[in-house]
């Protein structure tokens, strides 16, 4: 009897110390899916970009506000206002809370400071002069790509010469768009940059050089630099993707990305009007970003036509015809809508925001040029979303005038108030969008909503033939859809399986899209201010020794961080 009661008693105490730490478990899952709130030390000085506030004749523009600030903490934004009372209640609130929700950054903060035995730039052995070419999205991927290049052989860095010959027709010079100043100070420590090639070497014989895309450290150290003996000047006929995106030393890695995020801000004036635009467009509430890539180039570019009358998709066809640096002239446009290469249009716009439940007092922010076919083409979005903005809108004729006509410019602002708006939903994977996503990411991991447009492309067609009806069933799908589209941490997605050559390279995810792991690193101060926060929740509300409770959320605490925040 006696050892039978022994037994019990062990088996009761089993069962309740069992008991106990499900009872701890439970509580510690209900508060990471019901608490948002971190406790984040200081960050390191590395994890600060901002720029200084300019003021403008009528306005001081807050540094608070500056689309170059520190990364926002995930989960702390205010509820969305929006412009009209929205019915529902409760729900609608939580619903719209989850709207804008942020995606967590899992403790990655920027990490671009040089390492110890980074040293400063070495005697330079001649001048890199550079043509950057494309829209502003690709030169200022060039500029910072040229940056890293001049570094690698030793070279003097000309301030590059902009694009004037494109689309385009821009006639701006790099101080027009970029902090020319700053620019130069900023990477003092890495490559020396001046204005102007030295007059003795105006006349001097130049190499001009088409350098191979996506070369590595190998060919720019060896092929290139060996041009010095005979050059002292070398001419870089074209700036786009002339860097490998991978397998670079990790200090030229760094160095791109404190050329992109911290050196090439733009000039003064486009900074101080962005800003401007953005504490206009925040007087709406939370707002969407739209990258609504349905411009004239664009759909000359890619041949989409779909929505389009046989008119516009000649009209089209003969502006893609007659760009000479088109190399693709014969496309199939039903084929490239299909396979999810063209831009969504308008109309699809809005179904797609509709399906993922944005109401429609949503405030949208249309960054972008003229669209094509005017205001006819857009009046689908604005039935369903009529406070549809953009900057000439927000600003009067005489603010936008110094812009006018300079289409970097006007898309420097477009690229400022994408940066800082709440989601940016971009409808095509094109230079812009892939900038914009990739700053975002840089600082913090800001919501991106990037939409499955082959995917879309299949649902849009099933409703415009019958066979779907727009409502719940639509809207889950496309929900589940783009779950894990919103722009959470994640490592650079190499080249596709199978593919050589160049086209490997071209299916790898470009580096300023995505700068982790490059110039993003993980945060054990914000780990372990987790730890403390889970700990002293579990003090609160569970009954148990102290040194037990802290050895449950230490042993929990990788778990904890990865699996249980995910959305």
Known sequence: ????????????????????????????????????????????????????????????????????????????????????????????????????????????????????????????????????????????????????IARLINATLVIPELDKRSFWQDSSNFSDVFDESHFINSLAGDVTIIKKLPKELANATKAVKHFRSWSGVDYYEQEIASMWEEYKVIRAAKSDSRLANNNLPPDIQKLRCRACYEALRFAPQIESMGKLLVERMRSYGHYIALHLRFEKDMLAFSGCTHDLSPEEAEELKTIRENMTWWKIKDIDPVEQRTKGYCPLTPKEVGLFLSTLGFPSSTPVYVAAGEIYGGESRMADLKIRYPIIMNKEKLASVEELEP??????????????????????????????????????????????????????????????????????????????????RQGSPRKRKGPLTGTKGTDRFRSEEAFYVNPLPDCLCFSPHLTKARVRWFRSCIFRHVAGKRCRWCFFTVRLRNQVVVDIEVD
């Open 1 to 148: 009897m006696p050892l039978l009661s022994k037994r019990r008693c062990r088996t009761l105490l089993f069962l309740r110390r069992l008991l106990t730490c499900a009872i701890a478990a439970i509580t510690l899952m209900a508060l990471l899916s019901s608490v948002h709130v971190h406790e984040v030390p200081n960050l390191p000085s590395d994890a600060s970009y901002k720029l200084p506030a300019h003021e403008t004749g009528h306005q001081k523009l807050s540094r608070e506000r500056s689309w170059m600030k520190e990364f926002t903490r995930p989960q702390m934004l205010k509820a969305p206002v929006t412009a009209h009372k929205l019915g529902g209640g409760a729900n609608t609130s939580l619903n719209l809370d989850k709207l804008w929700k942020q995606p967590p950054n899992r403790d990655y903060v920027p990490c671009i400071k040089p390492s110890s035995s980074y040293k400063s730039p070495p005697e330079s052995r001649g001048y890199l002069l550079v043509h950057a070419n494309g829209g502003l999205n690709q030169m200022r991927a060039g500029i910072c790509d040229m940056v890293a």
């Open 403 to 484: 812009f006018n006509y300079h289409a970097s410019q006007m898309a420097a602002l477009d690229y400022i108030v994408s940066v800082e708006s709440d989601i940016f939903i971009p409808t095509y994977s094109g230079n812009m969008a892939k900038a914009v996503e990739g700053h975002r990411r840089f600082l913090g991991h800001r919501k991106t909503i990037s939409p499955d447009r082959k995917a879309l492309v299949r649902l849009f067609d099933k409703i415009n033939g019958g066979t779907m009806k727009e409502g719940k069933n639509l809207s889950n799908r496309v929900v589940d859809i783009h779950r894990g």
